[in-house]
DNA sequence: TTTGATTGTTTCGTTATAGGAAATAATTCA
DNA sequence: TGAATTATTTCCTATAACGAAACAATCAAA
């Protein structure tokens, strides 16, 4: 039999003092209880009860044992609490990435809402361009854009990003604002790309892919320098529109080719299939549904008004 | 399978970031540890590793159940320890009854060396005429003299007990030594005998058993006044030679009628028929054996050299 | 890139165990 | 004395444990 169970009905026992009641409480029957103890009594090569037919009562060595055993068995229940608490109410710690490019969206205040409703749940946030491997690396949870080939996740489409053209208004003002993605060749490109990848833009010309080969004039590995270029005037950036949308919001940036969007690029919520995920993961997938849809609606009804849900961070400098 | 066995594994698993390596150091196969951490898993309805075929980590959760796990399993080495040293080596507390009747024998002194031989033996002496219950009480050994009738008892005959007559020297002198039992019913009887059960004294003539009807001048209920009493030379009593050891020995009291001492009486040790007995009682009755073997050797060489082997207590006023 | 070695998981068939109903033994109460 | 209560034993069946081997996935070396 299973020692903690044996453990347990030895401590009812000693308790009451009886097998037969035990064996009522417990819900088993009394040749159960007998040979439980009758197991401890091997198991250890001591008797645990003086036993007559009327009475029980622990032996030297039971009452021995019966002090550890209740101390055992309180430290069990506690361990079993915390793991259930653990699975039910979202608490522990969450790991998380995002990709660079992500930061400025607003999905780091709509883990900033996450965080506010469930105080329990800490966060680590690993903001990387690096496709993590989510086991070797225990991440609960990975941010990602565009189409995931990994057949070991489960993933979430959340959002699309459609990508626009922006640049300065002063910027559109000296150069002409474009008619359709080709006549970007003509302007200054602030590309961005990982490293050692040649930077590319991507349009839908008629539901079709459309791409743009670039001789930028500056490349960089991160966006949010080039924003700050861009809201000089340098050139037009390409990026998502969610991406910029502080900067589109209070006129620094401008939109551009916003017809050509491209309409697979979508941000994807990745992580690993589970038969247990933990309550946090759990509740934070709902979350992020729930976000996902609320954008649905908006997007649908009024395209053009998506804004962060609540104040986003400053731009790197 | 057995959650202590689980949990073991579990842990060994957590210290050794390997299924396969604790499946050999456990000597199991890895599909056993597979298995006990899934069942792990599904029980608390938690991950607890991440896991790759390459690399094995602790999960949040896992972690918060390796810092219980092993306050758990260190508590559970703990008691297992001390049982097996309370069924291996002699300790803990025995419980001893014996008759009033033997308390000013040698068996108090047998007893002392026996608690100096094993100093983590704790004894409680219960000095009673009443017949206990030994699994009602907890009752580990009880001496008792005489045939014993008990079918649920282990019994061991320790030592005869050869019943003499006994006087003042002076009582003697002034009265006559008998030559026969029949003779006491012309001496002074200082009788001993339990509540409401006429005193009767047993002696063996010619290999029969001849008992004698009392008319005694002083009957008690205990032995150790009477003993005073025979000593001032107002009559004769009638006690194993091993009582009166001390008095004998001194000249305080001198024998009488020793050819016709009753052969079929005995101090016997009686305890429970147990699978399990504690090492403190297996150890005592060993020692009892030996205690036993000695005066028989004694006995056997020169009957009248029995002596208590150490000091013994003084006798009551 | 391919091959081979290592590792975690699953499947499957045998074996052992758990668990309870009923019979048994021992004791107490009316 | 008879009836009721209680611990233990026996016996049977459904369940679980266990390891071997097949499988899948990954890493290292050629």
């Known amino acids: 039999m299973d020692s903690l169970d044996l453990i347990q009905i ?3 026992v000693a308790r009451r003092g009886s097998f037969s009641a035990t064996a009522a409480a417990q ?3 009394p040749a159960s209880v007998s040979k439980a103890i009758a197991q401890l009594e091997t198991r250890f090569g001591l008797r645990l009860f003086h036993r007559t037919t009327r009475k029980v009562s622990l032996t030297d060595a039971g009452q021995l044992l019966f002090e550890r055993s209740s101390a055992l068995l309180e430290l069990v229940d506690l361990a079993q609490g915390e793991l259930h608490e653990r699975a ?7 790991t998380v990435t995002m990709p660079y490019g992500l930061v400025h969206t607003d999905l780091p205040a709509m883990l900033g ?8 749940v800490d966060l680590d946030l690993s903001v990387t361009d690096r496709v993590v491997g989510l086991a070797e690396e225990g991440v609960d949870l990975a941010f990602r854009v565009g189409p995931i080939e990994d057949q070991n996740l489960i ?3 959340l959002l699309p990003l459609d990508f626009v053209a922006v640049a300065a208004p002063a910027y559109w003002r000296a150069h002409g604002k474009p008619a359709h993605p080709r006549e970007l060749c003509t302007h200054a490109q ?10 590319r833009w991507h349009f839908e010309v008629a539901g079709k892919p459309f791409e743009l080969a670039l001789q930028p004039r500056v490349n960089a590995t991160l966006a949010a320098p080039l924003i700050t270029l861009a809201t000089q005037g340098l050139g037009v950036m390409w990026a998502p529109r969610r991406a910029l949308a502080q900067w589109i919001d ?9 017809p050509f969007s491209p309409s697979n690029v979508w941000l994807y919520a990745a992580y690993m299939q589970r038969r247990h995920n933990s309550a946090a993961l759990r509740v934070l997938l709902t979350q992020l549904d729930a976000f996902a849809e609320a954008f649905k609606c908006r997007d649908g009804q009024r395209p053009q008004d998506t ?8 731009p790197q400098a």
């Not at 809402?113 to 329990?120: I, Q, S, T, V």
Request: aromatic content about 8%.
């Open 250 to 258: 209070s006129g620094a940036l401008e939109c551009a080719l916003e």
């Open 155 to 157: 993933v979430r489409r």
């Open 190 to 199: 602030l590309a961005w790309s990982l490293h050692g990848q040649a930077p």
């Open 10 to 12: 030895f401590r009812e």
């Open 88 to 94: 039910t109410r979202p608490s522990g710690r969450l």
């Open 27 to 29: 819900g088993v029957s």
């Open 113 to 120: 809402d996450f965080l506010l409703r469930y105080p329990e």
């Open 307 to 314: 804004q962060p849900s609540s104040g986003a961070a400053a």
